[in-house]
C-alpha cells in the first residue's frame, strides 16, 4: 500500500479535467478532533472540488452520508450536511451527491483500523436485512462507487441525490 501526503489547504494546480469524484471521509476517532475531523469531511472536499472545477471540471460526484443534514445535532451529519450545502453554493453545473447508509467492505485491505461498532452494526444489519427498508441495508463500498459513476456521466445539468437505496447491487 502506498500512502501519499497531500496538504488540502494548498493543493498544486490539477490537470485538465471532465469529471472529479470525492469519497474522502474520516472517523472522530482517527481524526483526533472536530477541527480536524471537519477540515477531512468538509474543507478538503471542498477543495478538491475547487481545484478540479478550476482544472475544467464540469461534472462532480461526492460521497456524502444518509442524514446529511447541516442542522443536525449530531456532528457527523451536521458536517456532511454543511459539506454538501457548501457544493451546492459552488454553481457547479453538474453535481451527485451520494448519501450511503453503513458502508459495507474489506477496511483491512485499505489498512484502516477495525472499528468495533461499526463491525457489530454491519453483523446486525446483514442479519436483519430482509426487515430494514433498503434506504437502511449496509450498501457495498463498489456498489457506491458504481452508482456515483453512472449517475454522474448520466445526469444533466443540477443537483442529483442518490439515497441508499439507489446504490444496492449497481453494476
Sequence with gaps: MHHQVVDFAGLPNLPKVNECYVALKTTLKLA????????????????????AQAAGAKRFGVVSAMGADA?????????????ELALKQLGLKSLVIARPSLLNGNRAALGQPKRGVEGL???LARRLRPL??????????????????QAVQAVNPGIVTLLSGDMHDHR
Aim: hydrophobic content about 55%; overall charge positive.
Design 132 to 149: 430494514l427498508p433498503v434506504n437502511y441495508r449496509a450498501v457495498l463500498a463498489k456498489d457506491v462507487a458504481h452508482a456515483l459513476i
Design 121 to 123: 452494526g454491519l453483523w
Design 32 to 51: 483526533g478532533s472536530q477541527s480536524a475531523f471537519k477540515a477531512i469531511d468538509l474543507d478538503a472536499v471542498v477543495a478538491v472540488v475547487l481545484a
Design 71 to 83: 442542522k443536525s445535532p449530531v456532528f457527523y451529519n451536521r458536517i456532511k450536511g454543511e459539506m
